[in-house]
Structures are given as structure tokens and as C-alpha cells.
């Protein structure tokens, strides 16, 4: 199992510029987010997942898109990328939605500026 | 309203040390899950723990201990006899097990630890 994967490590992008953050992960895990963590702070939810088909918004959505066409893949939209959204980005799966083992698994992270 | 709250924003001992990180968590939840998660200067974040809330009883591995007490709403972590390696920032994670939380975890901000030689 590779676990939690996530591409790319680095990025920096231009203001207004798009771009897409990949996460996948081969555990058949039903629940998958995305967080930014910023300096002095724990990670904020941006979005999440609790199936295929099925996505929702969490603490800091804006700014952001993600669907989930498949179990395996998540990934994430920036549409315009603005500096505010300089920060590092970890994408997490866990087993299920309703049940105690809810243990999560980051990958490794997406360290992100936007000039 | 659900909060985590990491009072210590960084630590410095010697090596060797015992060494104490608080946590603690506000919920009106009776069903909840605390986790510690470690996350090393390589940047990758590490489980270490998940305690529920039905279960007070204090847990041990290795080095590391974990005091999970209610009464206070803490879940503290010691790691005894410090090295180098344990260097790393901690967090502490809250989970809600209440309808329509999707057990999402709340997180506090963060402890630094960092052990001299």
C-alpha cells in the first residue's frame, strides 16, 4: 500500500493563476479531506468526503473546489489563486464515515506560494 | 462550541528529560474521540494516539504516556526521558461523534518541542 499520496510536493504559482492538487489513496478509504496548515495554527478543513459522489464544504472553503468521482482520488481546485492561500495543504483518509475507527492518514503535504 | 486548546506554543529541555505537552479540549459532546499526532521537521504528520471518551484509563508506550482526564477536559502527553529525535511539533485533535459532525477533527494549534543535546 502506498497509503496517502500526494502530488505535487511544491508549488508556486501566480496570483490568479489555476491549478489542481492531486490526493489518492489505495486503503478503499470512504473518507477523504483536505487541510491547510498555516504557521501557529493546526490544520482547518477546507472540504471533505464521505463517498463517491458526495463532497461538502468544512471550516475554510472558500476559494476552493473539489469532487470525488472515484474512492481512490481527491483533488483539490484552486480557481484564482490569491497569496491568502500560501500555505501547506495535507490530504487525509480515513476508514469510514460512522464508525470508531476513525484514525486518520495524512500524505506527506503540498507547500504552496502564490506570488 | 468545540475547541482544542494547546496553551504551550513551544518547549525547550535538555535531553533526558521528562517533558509534559497539555491538551486541552471543550465539547457538549458525551461521545468523542482525542487523538496526538506528531509532525517532525520533514513536515509529515505521524498518529500517535486515539483515546474515546468512554475509556479513562491512562496509556503507556515506550516513553510516551498519555493522562486522559475528564473531569479536567485534558488529555496531556509525557514523553519521559527525552531524545533529540522527538523534536517535532505535537497537535491535539478533538473528533465529535454527534449527528452530522462526519467525526471531523478539530484541531489546536500546536506545540513545538524542542530537545538540546
Known amino acids: 500500500n502506498a497509503g496517502v499520496t500526494q502530488t505535487p510536493k511544491f508549488q508556486v504559482l501566480k496570483t490568479g493563476q489555476s491549478m489542481t492538487l492531486q490526493c489518492a489513496q489505495d486503503?478503499?478509504?470512504?473518507?477523504m479531506s483536505w487541510y491547510r496548515q498555516d504557521p501557529g495554527m493546526g490544520l482547518r478543513l477546507i472540504h471533505y468526503?464521505?463517498?463517491?459522489?458526495?463532497?461538502d464544504q468544512g471550516e475554510v472553503p472558500n476559494g476552493y473546489n473539489v469532487s470525488r468521482s472515484t474512492t481512490e482520488d481527491f483533488p483539490l481546485r484552486l480557481l484564482s489563486a490569491a497569496p491568502s492561500q500560501t500555505s501547506v495543504y495535507f490530504c487525509?483518509?480515513?476508514?469510514?464515515?460512522?464508525?470508531?475507527?476513525?484514525?486518520?492518514?495524512f500524505g506527506p503535504g503540498t507547500r504552496l506560494t502564490v506570488l | 462550541a468545540q475547541k482544542v486548546t494547546q496553551a504551550q506554543t513551544e518547549i525547550s529541555v535538555v535531553e533526558k528529560e521528562d517533558v509534559t505537552l497539555d491538551c486541552v479540549y471543550e465539547?457538549?459532546?458525551?461521545?468523542?474521540?482525542l487523538f496526538w499526532y506528531k509532525q517532525p521537521p520533514s513536515g509529515e504528520l505521524v498518529f500517535l494516539i486515539r483515546?474515546?471518551?468512554?475509556d479513562e484509563q491512562n496509556e503507556i508506550s515506550g516513553r510516551y504516556s498519555w493522562n486522559f482526564q475528564k473531569s479536567t477536559s485534558s488529555f496531556n502527553f509525557t514523553i519521559t526521558a527525552s531524545q533529540v529525535v522527538d523534536s517535532a511539533v505535537y497537535f491535539c485533535?478533538?473528533?465529535?461523534?454527534?449527528?452530522?459532525?462526519?467525526?471531523?477533527?478539530?484541531w489546536g494549534a500546536g506545540t513545538k518541542l524542542i530537545i538540546k543535546p
Open positions: 487525509a483518509s480515513r476508514p469510514g464515515t460512522g464508525t470508531s475507527t476513525d484514525t486518520q492518514y
Open positions: 486503503m478503499n478509504h470512504e473518507y
Open positions: 468526503s464521505v463517498g463517491a459522489g458526495i463532497t
Open positions: 465539547t457538549r459532546d458525551t461521545t468523542y474521540y
Open positions: 483515546r474515546n471518551s468512554f
Open positions: 485533535a478533538l473528533s465529535e461523534a454527534s449527528r452530522g459532525s462526519n467525526y471531523q477533527l478539530i
